[in-house]
T-cell receptor, first 113, second 110 residues
Framework: DAEITQSPRHKITETGRQVTLACHQT?????MFWYRQDLGHGLRLIHY???????NKGEVSDGYSVSRSNTEDLPLTLESAASSQTSVYFC????????????FGEGSRLTVL | GNSVTQMEGPVTLSEEAFLTINCTYT??????LFWYVQYPGEGLQLLLK?????DKGSNKGFEATYRKETTSFHLEKGSVQVSDSAVYFC?????????FGKGTMLLVSP
């Protein structure tokens, strides 16, 4: 079965370190998204991509970057981790950018000390 | 801009009780509307959707009707089960952008 996987599922890091969260999907979807989930804020869009070599900023993109070198992967990089980036991160993909029907990974819990 | 407002939780119910979770939206056009569910420790899953006014989405005993006149998409279930305990997110999609509400936690006790 097609799926979307995230790694690591849990990570603890220190302020100032670079962190990369991996996202891999086997749906062959062109559209991929990164969200963060925080209490009281729900889900907020960080970055998204509509295809290889395409990346776009979302609502809360400061301090984050993504790259899309193939269809399957959209890694999320925190260039210099800050305590405010402690959160649960979700990757998602969709067949069409217009349907609103997203398939989510199980999440990556990041703690920045 | 677009926004989604959900009732704050947690909503605490006994098994077999009737469930309503309110959702209202603000949008600059005619969005599609969704309910997603997040079980503990998991990612979100699409529960149901409606793409135009007066459409009713339904799945697993849950229903929601797209009400354009009241800009609402309330989630209902006639008889909840313990296994329905989760966080429920209302969302709208417009011009390739998906906007989520903050989520409502549902706790169902035996």
């Amino acid at each position: 079965d097609a799926e979307i996987t995230q790694s690591p599922r849990h990570k603890i890091t220190e302020t100032g370190r670079q962190v990369t969260l991996a996202c891999h999907q086997t749906w062959n979807h062109n559209n991929m998204f990164w969200y963060r989930q925080d209490l009281g804020h729900g889900l907020r869009l960080i970055h998204y991509s509509y295809g290889v070599q395409d990346t776009n900023k979302g609502e809360v993109s400061d301090g984050y970057s993504v790259s899309r070198s193939n269809t399957e992967d959209l890694p999320l990089t925190l260039e210099s981790a800050a305590s405010s980036q402690t959160s649960v991160y979700f990757c998602a993909s969709s067949e069409s950018p217009n349907t609103g029907e997203l398939f989510f990974g199980e999440g990556s819990r990041l703690t920045v000390l | 801009g677009n926004s989604v407002t959900q009732m704050e939780g947690p909503v605490t119910l006994s098994e077999e009780a009737f469930l309503t979770i309110n959702c209202t939206y603000t949008a600059t056009g005619y969005p599609s509307l969704f309910w997603y569910v997040q079980y503990p420790g998991e990612g979100l899953q699409l529960l149901l959707k409606a793409t135009k006014a007066d459409d009713k989405g339904s799945n697993k005993g849950f229903e929601a009707t797209y009400r354009k006149e009241t800009t609402s998409f309330h989630l209902e279930k006639g008889s909840v089960q313990v296994s329905d305990s989760a966080v429920y997110f209302c969302a709208l999609s417009l011009y390739s952008t998906l906007t989520f509400g903050k989520g409502t936690m549902l706790l169902v006790s035996p």
